[in-house]
Nanobody
C-alpha cells in the first residue's frame, strides 16, 4: 500500500506545474485525497482536498484561483494543477488519502488521513 507523489521541480514565478498522486495497493475510489505542503521552517498546512465525487475544498486561501485538483480513478491518480506559482508556494508537497463512505466529504484534519505520500519538492524562483 503506497501513495506516490511526483511532478515537483524548480520553476519560475508565474509558471505552472502539475503534481500527481498515484496509489498502489488500494483503490482511490473509496478515498478523499488532500494535498498538504510544508515550507522550510514552517508547519505543514492543508492546501486543497478532493472528495470522492470530485468536489473541491480549499484550505489555503492563497491558492484559490490558482490551484485546481482533479482525480482519475481509472488511473488511481489525483492531480494538483498549479498555475501562477509564486515564491511563497515553495514547499514540499504531500498527498494523503482518507477512506470515507461519504461522497461529498472533505476535510483537512491531518490525523484523519490513512496514507501519506513521501512528498515532492516544489521550488519557485523569483
Amino acid at each position: 500500500v503506497q501513495l506516490q507523489a511526483s511532478g515537483g521541480g524548480l520553476v519560475r514565478h508565474g509558471d505552472s506545474l502539475r503534481l500527481s498522486c498515484t496509489a498502489s495497493g488500494f483503490n482511490l475510489d473509496h478515498y478523499l485525497i488532500g494535498w498538504f505542503r510544508q515550507a522550510p521552517g514552517q508547519e505543514r498546512e492543508g492546501v486543497i482536498c478532493i472528495s470522492r465525487n470530485s468536489g473541491t475544498s480549499y484550505y489555503a486561501d492563497s491558492v484559490k484561483g490558482r490551484f485546481t485538483i482533479s482525480r482519475d480513478n481509472t488511473k488511481n491518480t489525483v492531480y494538483l494543477q498549479m498555475s501562477g506559482l509564486r515564491p511563497d508556494d515553495t514547499a514540499v508537497y504531500y498527498c494523503a488519502a482518507e477512506k470515507t463512505r461519504f461522497d461529498y466529504y472533505c476535510a483537512g484534519v491531518e490525523t484523519n488521513y490513512d496514507y501519506w505520500g513521501q512528498g515532492t519538492q516544489v521550488t519557485v524562483s523569483s
